[in-house]
């Protein structure tokens, strides 16, 4: 996605050209001399009709601006999720995420995915917690700019979803002009019954935009 002006250089005109225009004149001038003359019809019809230049048909200019701009997305580096006793749960707004689409021409529809990895332990034993557990829900934007709709992927609590697979996070529908967008995402992990050990437990969950 990114981004040449081409100098348009002006050409003298071909000795033809000024030749032609030449002649068309000339005619011209002999054709006004002529109307002012009683000419008998015979020799009127055996005049030549004057030439007119023949002008070549208009072309369409094309020109197509370089694109400028990026399409980004920022988030939290580090969230912590507190801790809690096996069957337990953990709840944290994870901090603002926020979309800049700067693209143009050309800024239109994004779909922001949000996807997470397993959670292990960071010392041995190795003990793993599925990323099934881990839960998500969006939120409503917080601060949008732009038109177009933005689309939370889930508006409320009701509509979390688990990241055991790549998520919709956001969506913005098709409208050109510089966008932004920011919210607030919510995480909820259930931590097993069994199979987990005392420790510190970390996982990646990254948000991508397209």
């Given at each position: 996605?990114?981004?040449?002006?081409?100098p348009?250089?002006?050409?003298?005109?071909?000795?033809?050209?000024?030749?032609?225009?030449?002649?068309?004149?000339?005619?011209?001038?002999?054709?006004?001399?002529?109307?002012?003359?009683?000419?008998?019809?015979?020799?009127?019809?055996?005049?030549?009709?004057?030439?007119?230049?023949?002008?070549?048909?208009?072309?369409?200019?094309?020109?197509?601006?370089?694109?400028?701009?990026?399409?980004?997305?920022?988030?939290?580096?580090?969230?912590?999720?507190?801790?809690?006793?096996?069957?337990?749960?953990?709840?944290?707004?994870?901090?603002?995420?926020?979309?800049?689409?700067?693209?143009?021409?050309?800024?239109?529809?994004w779909?922001?995915?949000?996807?997470?990895?397993?959670?292990?332990?960071?010392?041995?034993?190795?003990?793993?917690?599925?990323?099934?557990?881990?839960?998500?829900?969006?939120?409503?934007?917080?601060?949008?700019?732009?038109?177009?709709?933005?689309?939370?992927?889930?508006?409320?609590?009701?509509?979390?979803?688990?990241?055991?697979?790549?998520?919709?996070?956001?969506?913005?529908?098709?409208?050109?002009?510089?966008?932004?967008?920011?919210?607030?995402?919510?995480?909820?992990?259930?931590?097993?019954?069994?199979?987990v050990?005392?420790?510190?437990?970390?996982?990646?969950?990254?948000?991508?935009?397209?």
């Amino acid at each position: 996605m990114r981004r040449r002006t081409n100098p348009i250089i002006p050409h003298a005109a071909p000795p033809a050209a000024v030749a032609v225009a030449a002649v068309t004149a000339a005619l011209a001038a002999v054709l006004a001399t002529a109307a002012l003359v009683a000419v008998p019809a015979a020799v009127a019809a055996a005049l030549p009709a004057a030439a007119l230049p023949v002008e070549a048909a208009p072309e369409a200019a094309t020109f197509r601006p370089a694109r400028a701009g990026a399409l980004t997305i920022s988030a939290p580096v580090a969230v912590s999720m507190g801790s809690t006793t096996p069957g337990g749960h953990l709840t944290v707004q994870m901090g603002t995420v926020t979309v800049t689409d700067t693209r143009e021409p050309g800024a239109g529809p994004w779909t922001v995915t949000v996807s997470s990895t397993d959670y292990s332990r960071t010392t041995a034993p190795v003990v793993t917690i599925s990323r099934s557990t881990m839960t998500y829900w969006s939120g409503p934007a917080t601060a949008t700019q732009g038109g177009g709709n933005f689309i939370p992927g889930q508006p409320t609590a009701a509509q979390q979803v688990s990241l055991n697979v790549p998520r919709t996070a956001f969506s913005r529908t098709t409208q050109s002009g510089v966008n932004n967008c920011s919210w607030i995402p919510t995480l909820n992990v259930s931590v097993p019954f069994a199979g987990v050990t005392t420790g510190v437990y970390r996982g990646v969950i990254t948000h991508s935009v397209a």
